[in-house]
């Protein structure tokens, strides 16, 4: 069970690669430009989707972004559910 | 506590050699640990695979040469590091020539290389 | 050869300056550390200079008894024969002298 925070815009490299490692017990939370994988109907989305994981916005960038609701099958959060979540998971990488 | 006996830290290696210090910083984390009797392992994947690649001549920019400096690994008894297949692919990179020896995976593998640490470093 | 001057070293004694590295500054250097160079010595110093020029880097302690274990022998590829040449930490002053930069991780 790994926590990746995603901060890299859909078409990055970081991006491409973290969703590679992404296993079906990990948990994803799209910050900074990741937040753009939130956007219904794009690929990138589709793509996070599949990968059958948890997965997270923060409510913050996505405001930011223009992304009022995101796509179905990911939750919003706030700063201190991201928190919480570190706690849960031992183990982290950052995407960025 | 997982199941079986985990080693203690993965070293995510995920930037190309010269683009940027990260590289620089992953192989310098690297090494401190093993200098310091930490069991390491090194996984290269996407553009971290380009660390690789023989035959780097930095010396004229100033810089570290990070494939000489990846060829001690084993000196630092790390004698296997892992490498991202696809990658590998898509830039040709042939691991045979590699400075050390490398072993390639497939996506799958890889996430199930993970499982088997305690921590996981992204650089 | 006149020794060369305070300025060509920094704070800790290392060389500033690789290029101007030879064996009477290794000589030079090795006085400070109050040490007198023996072929046992300079054995170990030119492994570490090949060591340099082949990884692009100092060793730390622990590859460094490993090179010298492969290519000196078991017998001298041992932390405590470094420590007999180079008491303190081996990897550090036996670059200072070799004329290599300090290594990263050594404390």
């Known amino acids: 069970m790994v926590l990746h925070t995603l901060n890299a815009a859909p078409s990055s490299a970081a991006f491409r690669d973290c969703l590679k490692l992404v296993a079906p017990d990990d948990a994803v939370v ?14 990138a989305c589709d793509e996070l989707r599949a990968a059958a994981a948890a997965l997270f916005v923060l409510r913050a960038d996505a405001q930011l972004a223009g992304i009022e609701s995101p796509a179905d099958g990911f939750g919003l959060i706030d700063m201190d559910d991201l928190v919480a979540l570190t706690e849960r998971f031992e183990r982290q990488l950052a995407w960025y | 506590m997982g199941e079986a006996a985990k080693k203690p830290v993965l070293v995510v290696m995920r930037h190309s050699p010269y683009g940027s210090s990260l590289a620089k910083a992953a192989v310098d984390v690297a090494l401190a640990a093993a200098a310091f009797e930490q069991a390491v392992d090194l996984l290269f994947i996407g553009e971290g695979v380009l660390q690789l690649l023989p035959g780097q001549e930095s010396h004229k920019l100033g ?36 400075p050390v020896n490398a072993q390639l995976l497939g996506p799958q593998e890889m996430r199930q290389l993970m499982v088997g640490y305690d921590h996981l470093l992204g650089l | 050869m006149d020794a060369l001057s305070a300025e060509a070293f ?52 622990r590859p460094l008894v490993k090179y010298c274990a492969i290519h000196l022998g078991a017998d001298k590829g041992r932390s405590i024969y470094l420590m007999s040449l180079f008491p303190g930490s081996p990897a550090k002053i036996g670059s200072k002298i070799a004329g290599l930069p300090k290594p990263d991780n050594c404390l």
């Open chain 1, 30 to 43: 799209l910050l900074g430009d990741g937040v753009y994988a939130a956007l219904e109907g794009t690929a």
């Open chain 2, 63 to 98: 810089k570290k040469n990070i494939g000489r400096q990846l060829a001690s690994l084993p000196l630092y008894d790390i004698e296997l590091v892992y490498v991202d297949a696809e990658a590998a692919l898509r830039y040709q990179l042939d691991i045979a020539s590699s």
């Open chain 3, 10 to 61: 920094d704070s800790e004694g290392f060389l500033r300056d690789l290029s101007l590295w030879n064996a009477a500054v290794a000589e030079q250097i090795a006085a400070a550390e109050n040490l007198a160079l023996t072929p046992a010595h300079w054995e170990v110093l030119e492994l570490l200079r090949a060591y340099y020029h082949e990884y692009d880097s100092s060793p730390a302690m």
